[in-house]
Nanobody, 125 residues
Framework: QVQLVESGGGLVQAGGSLRLACAASGRTISTNVMGWFRQAPGKEREFVAG????????RYADSVRGRFTISRDNAKNTVYLQMFSLKPEDTAVYYC??????????????????WGQGTQVTVSS
């Protein structure tokens, strides 16, 4: 079992930056593809970014490409999401997820079998 705990969320003005962290415990996540998803009120959970097991490959939603960067430190069992140029439409609960099912990054939430509890990101205009 893997436990995931997100941190780093908060309130920021449009144009600002935040760095989210996802700390894993229970076992190493070096064998897991990792992803970040988000869910805004009244909307479905959507893929934001994903990273391969060794960090050599990343994938982003079109809405965040060029503004967000996903990275991982397997020695620290932690995944990060650096967010720049935040917009009000980025407001959501952000979730970290781990997949033991795939080798490549998948954008489908159903392919991730471990989830954190989420951290709120609010971007004011």
């Amino acid at each position: 079992q893997v436990q995931l705990v997100e941190s780093g969320g908060g309130l920021v003005q449009a144009g600002g930056s935040l760095r989210l962290a996802c700390a894993a415990s229970g076992r190493t996540i070096s064998t897991n593809v990792m992803g970040w998803f988000r869910q805004a009120p009244g909307k479905e959970r959507e893929f934001v970014a994903g990273i391969s097991r060794r960090g050599s490959a990343t994938r982003y939603a079109d809405s965040v490409r060029g503004r967000f960067t996903i990275s991982r430190d397997n020695a620290k069992n932690t995944v990060y999401l650096q967010m720049f140029s935040l917009k009000p439409e980025d407001t959501a609960v952000y979730y970290c997820a781990a997949s033991s099912l795939d080798v490549f990054v998948n954008t489908q939430a159903g392919r991730y079998d471990y989830w954190g509890q989420g951290t709120q990101v609010t971007v004011s205009s």
